[in-house]
């Protein structure tokens, strides 16, 4: 019988880098260096939209350039965090389950030192941060964890 899988096939693996390359050049281009092309200014759909005034459910002229760049970002990551490995066994499964408890773990204490020391606008940037932030501790905590258990299996 054929076991059911959650995870993307692994040839997601490269499409994932290259999506976060793009996203990252598209976000470090956008808010180091400040560009904001005119084309990207588009009238889109908002279920809410604050600026000046609060709207619902309308259509708002946006500068679209941080949505597609934080997009392009977050699919690629996904791709990398839930690609399978290139050889796929049971017990990469017990060490996704232990880089899942790690990055909730780390996630919930940086989460719970912004509550109590970061207030205002930057708090807005560190909530912006935390949309990234679970994945890259995940992808870093599982990879440490590969590392390991292949290194141990060498010296056995």
Do not use: C, W
């Not at 997601?12 to 281009?29: M, P, Q």
């Not at 290139?86 to 996704?96: G, I, Q």
Request: avoid cysteine.
């Amino acid at each position: 019988m054929k076991k059911f899988s959650f995870l993307l096939p692994g040839s997601f693996r490269s499409v994932g880098i290259v999506l976060t390359g793009i996203g990252i050049i598209i976000l470090i281009v956008r808010f180091y260096y400040g560009v904001k092309p005119g084309i990207l200014n588009m009238k889109t759909f908002a279920i809410f939209s604050s600026y000046l005034e609060s709207k619902y459910f309308e259509v708002v002229k946006n500068q679209m350039i941080e949505e597609i760049g934080g997009v392009i970002l977050m699919a690629g990551l996904f791709m990398l965090a839930f690609s399978k490995e290139k050889d796929e066994h049971d017990h990469l499964n017990t060490l996704r389950l232990q880089a899942f408890f790690i990055t909730a773990y780390i996630n919930t204490f940086f989460l719970i030192i912004s509550i109590l020391f970061t207030f205002g606008f930057g708090f807005v940037y560190i909530m912006i941060l935390n949309f990234v932030l679970g994945f890259i501790i995940y992808l870093l905590s599982f990879r440490i964890l590969i590392y390991r258990y292949y290194k141990n299996r060498k010296k056995e």
